[in-house]
Structures are given as C-alpha cells and as structure tokens.
C-alpha cells in the first residue's frame, strides 16, 4: 500500500511549526482493499478511512469535477489508477498541495515549497474558483500565517475578486460560515480573515454590517484611526491579546456596529449608536446562526461598552442595576469577558494600544462588593416577591455608597 503525508502537516514541517494532526493519500486501492486491511470507513461523500492503531485518516487518492454551483455541486472518482499529481492537483494552495513519503521525501509538482520561502497563497490551478469555501478557507489561513509574512499572489487575488462577482459566494450556508469564521477567530491575527474578504468583495456579501464600517468616520480626537471599520478590527486584534476566547473576540468585532447607521448629518459623531448596533448584531446572529454564547455577550458589550469606559462616572443604583442587566450576581457570570471586550475597544485604537484600562480593576472590586453584601437582613424582613429583590438591592447600593 503506498501512502503519502498530505496538506497541512507537510506544510507546517516545512514551517517548523507544530503539527496537530497528520493526513495520509493512498494510491492503488480500493475501498473493500482498505477495510480487508482493518480501515474504519468514516467519509461520507468520498471514500475516508482510519487507521485501525492511530485512527489517523487515510483517504484514497482522488479527481473531482464540478457539477453544479455552489461547494457541494462536485462529482469525486476514487479509483487505483488516479495518481499523486491528480489527487494534489485538486488542493486549494499550492503550500497544501505538497506530499511526504514516509522516508521524509518531498514531492512538490507545483511549487509549493517555492511559494513557502516566498511567503505566498497561490492556488494550484483554475478549479480554485469551484468552491466558495475556498475563500473563507483561504482568508483564514492569512489570519494564521500574517504574522509569519504572507500575502495573496496577485492572480489568485484576482480569482477571488471575479468568485465574488460571479455570485459563488452566494451559495454558501451560514453554518460552513461560521464554522469558518469560529475557527480563524482562534488565530493568531484574526483581522486578517476580514481584510482578506474586504479586499476580494466577499465582506461584503457575507458580513455587509462589517463593511458598512469601512469609510465611516469618528471624532479623530478619540479615534486617531478615524475609520470606523479600521478601528473594529484593530479591537479585535487586542481581544486576541487580551483572552483566548472567541466570545470575547468577536464581541469586540461587533461591538460598534451602530455606527455604520449614524446620519451622515451627525459624522463624525454616533449619538446612541449603542442602543442602534443591538439589533444589528442580532440580525447578524441570526443569520448565520451564530451560537447563544457568542450572541449574548456581543450584546452586551454593544449596549453597555460606553457605560463600562464611564464606570467611574457612574451613580452607585446605575452600577448596580448594570451589574444585575450583565448577570454578575450569577456564579456563572461572564462580567470579565465583558470587560476584556470594552478593554479592547478602548485600546482598539492608533496610539493607544498599550494604554491601561483602569476601569477593570474598578469594574471588577465594585462588583466584589455588591456580591459580597449579607442579604439576611433584607430575607429576615417578611418580604415578599419582587420587594425582596429591591431590598437587596438597597443594600447593594449602600455597600458601594460606603465603599466610596
């Protein structure tokens, strides 16, 4: 049985990067050879197996052809005679389009290894343009790889551009979306998923409440970066280095999404665009079905990021009944993931990147107070429904009235 490393492991060996997780091509067999060989059969719209001891997937070599629009209008033909140049040639990038024998030997047959030193995304041949979800794909490979130094080739850049205006783009479903999308959150520089979409058009069909960010502009005073969009990315950028959860990073993604919608009468000025972005975000949501916790957050911190930036400013009853609004008195609260997210937008912007946030420390010592208050002496009153509620609260007040 010949086999071949393939994809993404031979990729990040070259890197020097840590592989995860290792992919395998086989050539010359046939899927009752694979099970007589002890394989465990798990594709469902091509021929996939596992290793019986590594469970490591072992796929037969493969052609596809394109039947019809969209990412799944494909015909696959998996037979003995399909070689190792046919089988990469249908990769998406010439950097995944690379083989390893299991002696370590490279086979290259379109300048992968090339455009590794080179740094480049260049697709292997013209099929690129058959699956939309290369684009996404495509877009959150620059969100790993921007740090190292690539960029798009100019030819595939373009192959991009003309996708989106043929109307591929358009067939893809909310959930291969944001499964692309939770994943390049995960990256190291996440922004540049989204400048990859904006660049080729795709932002623009797929998050057109993020595009409408872009060209509108901010009081240069608060925001020297001016541009609401620029700004949305650069607050994503600083919840990537603030907290490893995606909550929080694409909370601080959506958070102004109000603004795009301000009266041009108004600019640079966004008057209430807190309170406008919130059902913005939730159509967004909505749309591509994007999962409660994700949502409920992103809310929040678009309704409530102003309150937490003038937390100091706030009277003791407005801060508790915020508390309460953002479900700090829960034992499962999220109130730190709300305040990392109005953290990276204050920071989110040119020149004040390394600025501190003293609201959190503050934020997070006002809340400590209103948990921690003794509420016998609101429950030992003989009140009843929501007057208990109100006394505790009193109390709550009180506590951070004292505190001072």
């Not at 059902?279 to 409660?292: D, Q, W």
Request: proline residues 6%.
């Amino acid at each position: 049985m010949k086999t071949y490393l393939v994809g993404g492991a031979v990729r990040d060996q070259l890197l020097n990067r840590p592989v995860t997780e290792r992919d395998w091509v086989v050539l010359g067999e046939t899927p009752e050879s694979m099970l007589q060989r002890g394989f465990r059969p798990v594709g469902k719209d091509f021929p996939v197996f596992l290793h019986p001891k590594t469970s490591e997937e072992y796929a037969l070599a493969r052609i596809e052809r394109k039947t019809a629009k969209g990412y799944k209008g494909f015909s696959v033909h998996a037979a003995p005679n399909v070689t190792l140049e046919q089988d990469l040639l249908r990769r998406d990038l010439t950097i995944n389009a690379m083989a390893m024998t299991e002696q370590g030997e490279l086979i290259d047959p379109y300048g992968g290894q090339h455009d590794l030193e080179q740094r480049l995304f260049r697709h292997v041949s013209p099929a690129f343009a058959e699956d939309p979800v290369r684009i996404l794909r495509l877009a959150r490979f620059a969100a790993r790889y921007a740090p190292l130094g690539f960029t798009i080739a100019p030819e595939t850049q373009m192959l991009m551009r003309s996708m989106v205006d043929a109307g591929e783009v358009d067939a893809l479903v909310p959930e291969r979306i944001w499964a692309e999308v939770a994943k390049a959150l995960g990256e190291m520089q996440p922004s540049a998923f989204f400048y990859t979409l904006k660049h080729c058009g795709a932002l623009a069909k797929i998050f057109p409440e993020i595009d409408a960010l872009f060209g509108v502009p901010q009081p240069e005073k608060h925001h020297p970066e001016i541009d609401c969009g620029v700004h949305s990315l650069m607050a994503l950028e600083q919840a990537a280095l603030l907290s490893p959860r995606l909550e929080v990073r694409f909370a601080a993604l959506v958070h102004d999404l109000g603004k795009a919608v301000s009266p041009k009468d108004n600019l640079p000025h966004h008057y209430r665009h807190e309170l406008k972005g919130v059902p913005i975000v939730e159509k967004l949501c909505a749309r591509l079905r994007v999962p409660n916790s994700f949502k409920m957050l992103a809310l929040q911190v678009t309704q409530y990021h102003t309150h937490c930036h003038k937390v100091r400013e706030l009277r003791a009853a407005t801060l508790v009944d915020l508390l309460q609004t953002l479900g700090a008195f829960k034992p499962d609260n999220h109130l730190h993931d709300f305040i990392l997210a109005c953290e990276a937008d204050a920071r989110g912007r040119l020149g004040f990147e390394q600025t501190t946030y003293f609201q959190r420390e503050f934020f997070m010592q006002t809340a400590q107070i209103a948990v921690n208050i003794d509420t016998s002496a609101a429950l030992n009153r003989g009140l009843q429904g929501a007057k208990v509620g109100e006394a505790i609260r009193q109390l709550r007040v009180q506590a951070i009235n004292s505190a001072g």
